[in-house]
């Protein structure tokens, strides 16, 4: 580029009195330039402190929860923006304001000259905080953060919202994916406890597998009107039978994956289930593994990489604390991020969509729509196995 390459200039040595009739010299004096200084990267944070309400001598666990989701973010986040500037060169400005997971406060804050003057804008982190930003963030066309929320992109319309996590569409879309393309089976079976919500994952299930160009037969009972015992007169008593599970019902799930394991003997069996049973440590382990049990997921930490192991030790040290699930987030939202704005200063948003990035805890690769603005599209599926989730999609 022309802006790097070295400048020259000639000179001409003037005679002098020893060299008086000596042809003129001409020499060429290469002038480094020195290179362009890096701009000042101005970051908000929006995290839910909560420093107006909670008495922290007398607060009990339930009662920090949020509080030490924003810190433990905002330690992750640090640490990665600290990794960037030593490594890229980066400089930043981080601003840090408490949204008390509170509506109300979300206004005074996109007032705030701090705010309005940022690069970027992380938070805030609550689906309600999102929304009630999303139409400051589209009248200052800042770019906003959503790092934690699950929430579908089309519920903000906002097109300057960067969602990191991902939606209970995009999990349902990977697991269709993953049953048409690996599994292939003769039959999709899927089972409804009746429990309230579970048609946030069933109704863009059946959209879905509806809507393939190979068709798959697909039918859906109801625990209840069906009972338990007889499941199996909906599978297909050759090939595959995938059964879908919606629900995140504790007494649902423990009776029909006990129901669904003593049919393994005589059917094929996979089952595919919500990504929130990864949190559900009531599942019998040896059950799941024999039923052949799948989640799709948004993240896994692989404890036994050096990059997570090196990223724990620096936490310990650096805080005498061990690093929860919200210091992983942060410090990758931290680090892509930061690594585009140390790379690409003011021009970064340009890029955000050329840019993969394999994190500590999940990997991030947006995809943009102009009306709603930047989703994740990377996500994992982990299959039980050896009494614990292993990547396999």
């Known amino acids: 580029m022309a802006s790097c390459s070295p400048k020259t200039r000639s000179t001409t040595n ?29 970051i908000s944070l929006l995290l839910p402190f909560e420093l107006n309400v909670i008495n922290y001598k007398v607060a009990k666990k339930q009662d920090l929860t949020k509080a030490e989701l924003a810190i433990d973010f905002y330690q992750g986040y640090k640490m990665a923006l600290d990794s960037v500037a030593k490594v890229y060169g980066g400089k ?25 003057n ?24 800042k770019l906003t953060v959503s790092p934690l929320a699950a929430t579908s992109s089309e519920t903000f319309n906002n097109p300057n919202l960067i969602s990191i996590n991902n939606s209970i569409e995009q999990h349902v879309a990977k697991a269709v994916d993953f049953i048409q393309s690996n599994l292939k089976p003769k039959k999709i079976v899927l089972i409804r406890s009746g ?16 809507g393939l160009a190979k068709p798959i037969t697909l039918s859906e009972i109801g625990i209840k009107a069906v009972g338990y015992e007889n499941v199996f007169k909906s599978l297909s008593p050759v090939g595959l039978n995938v059964i879908v599970l919606p629900s995140t019902d504790r007494n649902f799930l423990l009776s029909i994956t006990k129901e669904l394991d003593k049919l393994t003997g005589n059917f094929q069996i996979v089952v595919i289930g919500h990504p929130d049973w990864e949190r559900m440590n009531f599942l019998d382990g040896y059950i799941m593994q024999n039923i052949n049990a ?43 991020l930061g690594k585009l704005m140390a790379e690409k200063g003011k021009d970064y948003a340009d890029f955000l969509t050329k840019e993969e990035y394999k994190g500590l805890h999940n990997n991030i690769h947006l995809k943009r729509d102009l009306q709603y603005g930047y989703s994740n599209k990377e996500l994992l599926v982990l299959k039980y196995a050896d009494f614990q989730l292993k990547r396999v999609y």
């Open 14 to 42: 003037l005679p002098s009195a020893s060299n008086q009739g000596k042809k003129e010299e001409k020499q060429t004096e290469v002038i480094k330039e020195k290179p362009k200084e890096k701009p000042e990267m101005v």
């Open 92 to 116: 930043f400005k981080l601003q840090v304001y408490d949204a008390k997971d509170n509506v109300s406060s979300v206004g005074i804050l996109a007032n705030k000259a701090g705010v309005k």
């Open 118 to 141: 940022s690069d970027l804008i992380i938070g805030p982190v609550f689906p309600s905080g999102i929304k009630a930003f999303s139409e400051y963030s589209k009248a200052m066309n």
């Open 195 to 210: 429990q309230e919500g579970e048609y946030k994952y069933a109704v863009p299930f059946k959209k879905a597998v509806s």
């Open 294 to 336: 799948y989640i799709t997921s948004s993240y896994k930490i692989d404890y036994k990489t050096s990059r997570v192991d090196d990223f724990v030790k620096s936490y310990r040290n650096k805080f005498q604390l061990e690093p929860g699930e919200f210091a992983f987030k942060g410090f990758d939202v931290g680090y892509f």
